[in-house]
Each structure stands twice: as structure tokens, then as C-alpha cells.
């Protein structure tokens, strides 16, 4: 009959949703989940190598530099004079050529010693901190500026090897001892702030500063 098809449906829909709650499967969980925050990983900074104040590698005794002498070792001293001194040992501190060395500077750090054959000093030189001219209170690590104010008449630098170059106060030649600066820098590089590299006094020769060993 037309008029039961109507509550038939009804029925049928009914017992449907009643099956479907019967299940024995679970309820759908629905609500959305929350993902764990990120644990912060703890970071340590590297670590900062401690500041270290690099030392001398010498010494050197207070000596005054003068044309021709340092300290009370001057250019000319023979043998027995200079062992008088106590300044200077038997033994290179350089190079095999060499004879003796300043007792003070065994390796020859600073400050540097030749000789002719038989022992004569014929040059010596300064090349580290310490040691200053009697005339201007010069060093090494002064500069050419400072060099200049001392010497205003100083001669123009001359390349003399290994990117450095050489400059000599007038009056210091034709037989007079010698007053030598090493520049750290070739003579078209020199500025006032180029620093002194050595300083040599010698016996009426320009000096060697890059001697050969």
C-alpha cells in the first residue's frame, strides 16, 4: 500500500543508525592533536684559546749604541782586548763562518758579532729591542720618522736585499766608523712609519747586513 512505504523507510533508517552504533569499533577521535613543542638543544660557545703576550726571544743588557761601539765593545778590538771584556765566547751563533758570539746572546737573537780571521771584531749589530743610540735614543722598532727627526740630513735609503734597505747618517765615511740602519721595507716602500730592522756600527765600511754565511 502506498501510504505504509513512507514509515518502511523510516523504520529501515533507524535500525541502520542502531546498527552503527553497536559496532565494536571505537569512536573516530576527532579532535585535532598538538604537536610537542621542540626541546631546545642547549648550545655551548666554543671555547676562546687564552690570549697569549709573545716573549722576547732575548734578553738584551742595556747598552748604549755609538758609532763605532756598542756597549763597551767597539769595532777593532782584537782578541785579547775583547776577552777582557768578558763580552763575547768562542763559537758561531749564526753562521758556521763566524767565530765568536756575544756571551750574552748565544743564539745571536739580537745582537750579532763579526770578525776577520784572526779575530778581530770588524762589525757589530743590533737586531731586536733593547740596545739605543746615544745620539737620538734610536731602536730597533723605532721608525724612519723618528730616524729622520735624530738625522735630518740622513742619506736616501738603498735597497739591500730580502725587501729591505739601508740608510747612513753623514759623516760616517772615508775611514770614520760607521752608523747603520736596516730598514724593514725596499727603498721605493720606505714610509715615515717604516720600521728599524737593525742597527751595525763598523770600522769605515758600510755594513753587512745581509752577510753572507
Known amino acids: 500500500m502506498p501510504g505504509m512505504a513512507r514509515p518502511l523507510i523510516i523504520a529501515a533508517a533507524l535500525l541502520l543508525a542502531l546498527t552503527g552504533c553497536s559496532s565494536d569499533d571505537p569512536p573516530l577521535d576527532t579532535t585535532p592533536t598538538r604537536e610537542p613543542a621542540p626541546t631546545a638543544t642547549p648550545t655551548t660557545a666554543p671555547a676562546t684559546p687564552p690570549a697569549t703576550t709573545p716573549t722576547p726571544s732575548t734578553d738584551l743588557p742595556a747598552l748604549v749604541i755609538r758609532p763605532g761601539a756598542i756597549g763597551d765593545a767597539r769595532v777593532g778590538m782584537t782578541r785579547d782586548e775583547w776577552s777582557a771584556t768578558g763580552l763575547f765566547a768562542d763559537g758561531a751563533a749564526i753562521c758556521e763562518g763566524e767565530m765568536i758570539h756575544w756571551r750574552d746572546d748565544p743564539d745571536g737573537a739580537g ?9 778581530t771584531i770588524t762589525q757589530l749589530w743590533v737586531t731586536a729591542p733593547g740596545p739605543v743610540t746615544a745620539h737620538g735614543d734610536l731602536q730597533v ?21 730580502f725587501d729591505q734597505s739601508s740608510v747612513y747618517p753623514p759623516g760616517e765615511e772615508d775611514g770614520l766608523p760607521y752608523l747603520g740602519f736596516l730598514l724593514d721595507a725596499p727603498a721605493a716602500e720606505v ?23
Open 111 to 119: 745582537l750579532r758579532v763579526l770578525t776577520d780571521d784572526d779575530a
Open 141 to 161: 722598532g723605532s721608525t724612519y720618522g723618528d730616524l729622520r727627526a735624530a738625522f735630518p740630513t740622513l742619506t736616501e735609503p738603498v735597497d739591500d736585499g
Open 191 to 213: 714610509t715615515v712609519d717604516t720600521p728599524i730592522a737593525a742597527i751595525a756600527v763598523t770600522g769605515g765600511e758600510p755594513a753587512y747586513f745581509q752577510h753572507d754565511c
